[in-house]
């Protein structure tokens, strides 16, 4: 899903991701020498603000164009690709672990943050971010223009977390996950803002084939894509000011618990 679209993700969606990367640090206690490592880094933007704080960081992701920008973006930092959830890692190696909207796209959340306790050492810190459900009405625009459209989806897309697998997408639900994986003292909140952008550049990660909405667009037949692009703009348009900025709401969940 995300192979060779690092690129596309940097240059859309990868914005709107940015916004919690200060309160996720602080969430984690991230500070000078702390070992720190970052799952899921994407193009690096926690990896490098968490070594502008002088952390000595350690970043992993799945896909390897992804690592290839982080690399750039954090030079400082210990930059690999490592797959939950079977991180390359040994016990207790980290004081704090952070994932910035990692367990959106994992499909045993529970298992993958098992793991991350595994490599967080005792009383470490634990933080992360997902997306809130239902979703705020930003985030739900891609989505209302692709049921607008009729699009199906198609049968090599996943159709989402069994249900003995999943969690409420809410405060209590992410607090209930975390405990369930063994973690302590966990505790959440809900961080909302606006993300300012044009509807190009809004449209231009979908576009590529992002993620699980950029799949279901490249996955349908031409004349389906032309009526999801079409909802898009007539969506985009309750959003736009008189330049044409839309001013997408957005919701996330941040937690934070100890080992």
């Given at each position: 899903m995300w192979a060779g679209r690092a690129a596309a993700y940097a240059g859309s969606f990868a914005k709107l991701c940015a916004y919690p990367t200060r309160q996720l640090l602080d969430a984690a206690g991230v500070g000078p020498g702390e070992r720190t490592l970052d799952v899921g880094t994407g193009p690096g933007t926690v990896a490098a603000a968490a070594c502008a704080r002088g952390a000595t960081v350690t970043a992993v992701d799945a896909e390897p164009t992804m690592v290839q920008l982080a690399a750039r973006s954090a030079p400082a930092a210990d930059v690999r690709v490592a797959i939950l959830p079977e991180l390359p890692f040994a016990d207790g190696e980290f004081d704090a672990v952070v994932a910035n909207f990692v367990l959106n796209h994992v499909g045993r959340p529970t298992i993958a943050l098992a793991e991350l306790r595994r490599v967080v050492k005792p009383g470490g810190r634990i933080a992360?971010?997902?997306?809130?459900?239902?979703?705020?009405?930003?985030?739900?625009?891609?989505?209302?223009?692709?049921?607008?459209?009729?699009?199906?989806?198609?049968?090599?897309?996943?159709?989402?977390?069994?249900?003995?697998?999943?969690?409420?997408?809410?405060?209590?639900?992410?607090?209930?996950?975390?405990?369930?994986?063994?973690?302590?003292?966990?505790?959440?909140?809900?961080?909302r803002w606006d993300h300012r952008t044009s509807a190009e550049e809004w449209w231009s990660g979908p576009a590529a084939g992002v993620a699980f909405g950029g799949q279901m667009v490249r996955s349908q037949t031409p004349r389906i894509r032309a009526e999801i692009k079409r909802h898009f703009d007539l969506f985009s348009s309750e959003f736009a000011d008189g330049d044409g900025v839309l001013t997408l709401p957005h919701a996330a969940l941040l937690a934070r618990a100890r080992r």
């Open positions: 992360l971010t997902i997306w809130a459900a239902p979703p705020a009405a930003g985030q739900a625009l891609l989505g209302r223009a692709i049921r607008a459209a009729g699009a199906v989806r198609p049968p090599h897309l996943p159709a989402g977390i069994a249900p003995e697998d999943d969690f409420p997408r809410d405060e209590r639900g992410l607090t209930g996950l975390m405990e369930s994986a063994g973690l302590r003292e966990a505790a959440c909140e809900t961080v």
